[in-house]
């Protein structure tokens, strides 16, 4: 059974910076596109940032210019660098296939930007 492993989240004060790690099982990603999603206190997932498979990225209006997907060559681990949080950031943050989420969902990691 496939599985994701989401690590790296923590406090971190406005402005500061985290760096959130996704582990997955050699093959999972490899041919498809990674994404990280958030999902915040009292509502939805949403898609915060896609790799793709040519190595292109996009990165939803709230976060781009601040965060920073990417991944090892085996695509084994894609990480999420994540500067300038603020407190609208907090949220467990989660990876899967993108930009349909085919795998089954890992714990995600707990964000919580506050000072």
């Known amino acids: 059974q496939v599985q994701l492993v989401e690590s790296g989240g923590g406090l971190a004060q406005p402005g500061g910076s985290l760096r959130l790690s996704c582990a997955a099982s050699e093959g999972v990603f490899s041919d498809y596109n990674v994404g990280w999603w958030r999902q915040a206190p009292g509502k939805g997932r949403e898609l915060v940032a896609i790799?793709?498979?040519?190595?292109?990225?996009n990165y939803s209006s709230f976060v781009e210019g601040r965060f920073t997907i990417s991944g090892d060559n085996a695509r084994t681990t894609v990480y999420l660098e994540m500067n300038k949080l603020t407190p609208e950031d907090t949220a467990i943050y989660y990876c899967n296939r993108a930009p349909n989420p085919s795998l089954a969902w890992g714990q995600g990691t707990q964000v919580t930007v506050s000072s």
């Open positions: 790799l793709y498979v040519s190595d292109a990225t």
